[in-house]
């Protein structure tokens, strides 16, 4: 398993942008694929973003082209730019890992803590 520590929540208005950061433990960092899912509020986990070992990013419909993934394999860390927020946003974001993609997208092994965004009107 991998350790993992988001950090980036807090407010915005709608219309702005926030950036998750998400740090993992240890140098099998690369040997994992890389997901942020939300849950909000009377809903269930929700998978908005995925990245591959290889760098293959995957979008949740509700979120694409204005969220972008990316990883530096360099720093442990994944990141979360989320641009264009609106209130339909506001959820606990959690960064998940998993050497398996099948598994990172059904039940990963590896979760944060979670932070929390919230988008006021």
């Known amino acids: 398993q991998v350790q993992l520590l988001e950090s980036g929540g807090g407010l915005v208005q709608a219309g702005g942008s926030l950036r998750l950061s998400c740090a993992a433990s240890?140098?099998?960092?690369?040997?994992?694929?890389m997901g942020w899912y939300r849950q909000a509020p009377g809903k269930q986990r929700e998978l908005v973003a995925a990245?591959?070992?290889?760098?293959?990013?995957n979008y949740a419909d509700s979120v694409k082209g204005r969220f972008t993934i990316s990883r530096d394999n360099a720093k442990y860390t994944v990141y979360l730019q989320m641009d264009s927020l609106n209130v339909e946003d506001t959820a606990v974001y959690y960064c998940?890992?998993?050497?398996?993609?099948?598994?990172?997208?059904?039940?990963?092994?590896?979760w944060g803590q979670g932070t929390q965004v919230t988008v006021s009107s």
């Open positions: 998940a890992a998993d050497p398996s993609l099948l598994q990172l997208v059904g039940s990963p092994g590896s």
């Open positions: 240890g140098s099998i960092f690369s040997k994992n694929h």
């Open positions: 990245i591959t070992t290889d760098g293959t990013t």
